[in-house]
């Protein structure tokens, strides 16, 4: 969906080096996630910002911050990556008091930690 | 079927027959249930979503079922295509205080033979 945006789509990076994930919509919403995905794991929530001002953890936050920079603006860092955090890492956009509550997912980053 | 908890599932179907995909819910607090579609490099597009007032509900080609009894939740999609080839999971939204994230299934794997 070209209303999530995703920066890089792909990354190799070596182990305890800080990687930062970007994530910009255009759909004006102010809840934004971010997840991982790991065949066979489904799904998992890392951070979730309701607004602006509003961070909490998800999950699996340990090894992950985020920094929610604008409305349209949300970013994940590992501050040093391990292996294990090798994954397809989304960001995911709701609008708060919509008619739906469905997610709206960006194309993915996919990670390599070696 | 997928549960929101097995490994992945597959299911091959030749090109114009129907296909049903399950899903398994574990929370019969859940309220609000979405379809994704995930294309292989992209990231989970919305199908179609049901809320649990509701016990059926249709979209273009595809009909979204919902038996609160048995906790069951399926996909029926029409005249399947080859473009249909994807992973296909079923997410469930919890109401009360956590309704502010989904809870995804692994997904099944849908192939249409030509």
């Known amino acids: 969906d070209a209303d999530v945006t995703q920066t890089p789509r792909n990354r190799i990076t070596k182990t305890g080096k800080r990687i930062m994930l970007e994530c910009s919509q255009t759909?004006?919403?102010?809840?934004m996630y971010w997840y991982r995905q790991d065949p066979g794991l489904g799904l998992r929530l890392i951070y979730y910002?309701?607004?602006?001002?509003?961070?909490n953890k998800g999950e699996i936050s340990d090894g992950y911050s985020v920094s929610r920079q604008a409305q349209a603006k949300f970013s994940l860092s590992l501050e040093s990556a391990i292996p294990n955090q090798t994954a397809l890492y989304f960001c995911?956009?709701?609008?708060?008091?919509?008619?739906?509550?469905?997610?709206?997912f960006g194309p993915g980053t996919r990670l390599t930690v070696l | 079927g997928e549960s929101v908890g097995l490994h992945l599932p597959t299911l091959s179907v030749q090109e114009g027959d129907n296909s049903i995909i399950n899903c398994a819910y574990s929370n019969s607090a859940s309220d609000y249930f979405i379809w994704y579609k995930q294309e292989s490099g992209k990231g989970p597009q919305f199908i179609i979503d049901i809320r649990s007032n509701m016990d059926k509900r249709q979209g273009q080609r595809v009909t979204v079922l919902l038996n609160k009894t048995v906790k069951h939740l399926s996909l029926q999609i029409a005249a399947t295509q080859p473009g249909d080839s994807a992973v296909y999971f079923c997410?469930?939204?919890?109401?009360?205080?956590?309704?502010?994230?989904?809870?995804f299934g692994k997904g099944t794997l849908l192939t249409v033979n030509p």
């Open positions: 997410a469930e939204r919890p109401s009360g205080g956590s309704n502010y994230k989904l809870t």
């Open positions: 910002s309701f607004d602006v001002k509003d961070i």
């Open positions: 759909k004006g919403h102010d809840r």
């Open positions: 995911a956009t709701r609008g708060a008091g919509s008619h739906t509550d469905t997610q709206y």
